[in-house]
């Protein structure tokens, strides 16, 4: 196995990938986002296994991988769409709390750059609630935080999926040419004597 290898790239892509799940996981449950959450596991499983499937040559794990990739670049497209508000999708939607509670997303109060200082108590009592001021002057909006970790995850997903079909490629190609009992196996020439 060279280091420049599709095997060792796509451990590397794995690595990457399990890393970013983490991250995006512990903020998911932050914001007690269950959909999120719940994916994010099944995610970290799944990318484990295709590490697995890489690094001891199991080709029917980095498939199983290369499956849920595709099941991992859907759900990004969608979540997108939903903080995007695009295709009838409304992020004020409790999809992402599967109904459970109004929890939102944890970079909506939380953002980078956000001013967090209190309003004064006479601009309150024209309010309903303290929830419905928002934060002020923050660097960027929590839906485009939420987008650009499904764009990070969509990219990272992609070039895993080619790696994967790649190293599967590989595997069978080198499954087909070794003799497990006498070592490499060679094509036998047609036999010239009749």
């Known amino acids: 196995m060279g280091c420049c290898s599709g095997q060792c790239t796509l451990i590397f892509i794995c690595t990457l990938q399990l890393m ?3 991250e995006r996981q512990a903020f998911d449950f932050l914001g007690y986002q269950w959909a999120p959450i719940i994916l994010n596991f099944l995610h970290i499983i799944m990318v484990i296994l295709g590490l697995f499937g890489a690094i001891q040559y199991r080709a029917h794990y980095v498939v199983l991988y290369m499956l849920w990739t595709l099941l991992w670049v859907a759900w990004n ?6 903080y995007l508000d695009l295709a009838g999708l409304s992020m004020e939607s409790n ?3 599967l109904g459970v509670s109004s929890h939102r997303s ?3 109060d939380n953002g980078p750059g956000c001013d967090d200082r209190d309003l004064p108590t006479t601009r309150w009592q ?6 419905l001021v928002s934060a002020l002057g ?12 499904c764009i990070v995850q969509l ?3 992609l070039f895993g999926f080619v790696y994967a079909c790649y190293v599967v490629s590989t595997f069978n190609e080198e499954e087909d040419s070794f003799n497990f009992i006498g ?7 047609p036999s010239t004597l009749y």
């Open 183 to 189: 070592g490499v196996h060679y094509p036998s020439k």
């Open 126 to 131: 024209g309010l309903e609630s303290p929830e």
């Open 155 to 157: 990219l990272i997903s």
């Open 20 to 22: 970013t799940a983490v």
């Open 95 to 97: 999809l992402l709390s």
């Open 77 to 82: 497209v969608f979540v997108s769409c939903l």
């Open 106 to 108: 944890w970079w909506k």
């Open 138 to 149: 923050c660097w960027l909006e929590y839906q485009y935080i939420e987008v650009l970790h």
